[in-house]
């Protein structure tokens, strides 16, 4: 089992930045690839940003690239997710997650190869 956690979200006008964490506790955390995903009111969750197992291979979706960094403190068993030059379409409650069966090198953008999500953190970003 791992528990995941998440912080970090707010209030932000648009330009800003934030840095969402993810502290995960259980199961030794190396073993888990790692993923962001986000849902905004009336829209289906969607993938934002994955780390793989190796820490070596990142994924974005395509509407952040360029803007949000994923990374790891494998010391610290969290995750992050810096959010640069944020927009007013980036509101959302944000998510991260742990997949265990995801392969080695594999950043997965699939909800379905992930198995533990945390609670949410909403991020809002004004106008």
Do not use: H
């Not at 912080?7 to 506790?25: D, E, I, T, Y």
């Not at 995903?37 to 979706?61: C, D, H, L």
């Not at 690239?65 to 990374?71: P, Q, V």
């Amino acid at each position: 089992q791992v528990q995941l956690v998440e912080s970090g979200g707010g209030l932000v006008q648009a330009g800003g930045s934030l840095r969402l964490s993810c502290a995960a506790s259980g199961r030794t955390f190396s073993s888990y690839g790692m993923g962001w995903f986000r849902q905004a009111p009336g829209k289906e969750r969607e993938f934002v940003a994955a780390i793989s197992r190796s820490r070596g291979g990142t994924n974005y979706a395509d509407s952040v690239k360029g803007r949000f960094t994923i990374s790891m403190d494998n010391a610290k068993n969290t995750v992050y997710l810096q959010m640069n030059s944020l927009k007013p379409e980036d509101t959302a409650v944000y998510y991260c997650a742990a997949g265990s069966r995801i392969s080695w090198t594999r950043a997965s953008q699939y909800q379905n190869d992930y198995d533990y999500w945390g609670q949410g953190t909403q991020v809002t970003v004004s106008s």
